[in-house]
């Protein structure tokens, strides 16, 4: 029930496409959902977050989609750049709880 | 302003050999966390740290792995002896909220280790 489902595990979009990366997860209790992007040989930095209080979330290109009833979260980059390839790791919390529960990651190609 | 700072970035040890990563957090940061990173895989939390107390170590395995923060500030994190299984890239984020829904983690650019 502390699981963070995300898919798909890669992903190949062209530029100036729009690359959608999943997540699923099974504790309601879950109220904070960010996402994080990882660039080779660095460490993941946060992109965007979204609490359950909204359904979507908009930050330049980068848009989160909530939906609480099925219990799924998504990102949309819009315009894909090359300069977006990059692994992006979804995560979840409880706010009483100091731990992040991560997904298992999405590697993004955008082709030129 | 200096982001969270690890060293070495790289270290290739014989298994049964000790081996030991520091980390620097941002200044005025009391939380501190170690996390291991498999390749492809998302990262794991080790240990936490809330000024110089361990809060959660839980998923540490203490048989071979230690670490410390003292004066709650710079904080070590040594494994002896080292396993195969050991080789990974270990990453510090440090917060300046105990809380993860309150504040952004900042991580280091990671130690990758391997073990031969």
């Known amino acids: 029930q502390q699981q963070v489902k995300q898919s798909p595990q890669s992903l190949i979009v062209q530029k100036g496409g729009i690359s959608i990366i999943n997540c699923a997860y099974e504790n309601t209790a879950f109220d904070y959902f960010p996402w994080y992007q990882q660039f080779p040989g660095k460490g993941p930095a946060l992109l965007i977050a979204i609490r359950p209080d909204v359904s979507e979330k908009k930050e330049g290109r980068f848009t989160i989609s909530f939906n609480k009833s099925a219990k799924q979260f998504s990102l949309h980059i819009m315009d894909s750049q090359p300069g977006d390839s990059a692994t992006y790791f979804c995560?979840?919390?409880?706010?009483?709880?100091?731990?992040?529960?991560w997904g298992a990651g999405t590697k993004l190609i955008i082709k030129p | 302003e200096a982001g969270v700072v690890q060293s070495p970035r790289y270290k290739i040890i014989e298994k049964k050999q000790p081996v030991a990563f520091w980390c620097n957090p941002i200044s005025g940061h009391n939380t501190l966390y170690w996390y291991l990173q498999n390749l492809g895989q998302g990262p794991e939390l080790l240990i936490r740290?809330?000024?110089?107390?361990?809060?959660?170590d839980s998923q540490l395995p203490k048989d071979r792995f230690s670490a410390e923060r003292l004066k709650g500030v710079d904080s070590t994190l040594k494994i002896q002896p080292a396993e195969l299984g050991d080789s990974a890239v270990y990453l510090c984020a440090s917060s300046s909220y105990p809380r993860v829904s309150t504040g952004e983690l900042f991580f280091g650019e990671g130690s990758r280790l391997t073990v031969l």
């Open positions: 995560a979840a919390s409880v706010g009483s709880n100091y731990q992040l529960i």
């Open positions: 740290y809330e000024n110089e107390e361990a809060v959660d």
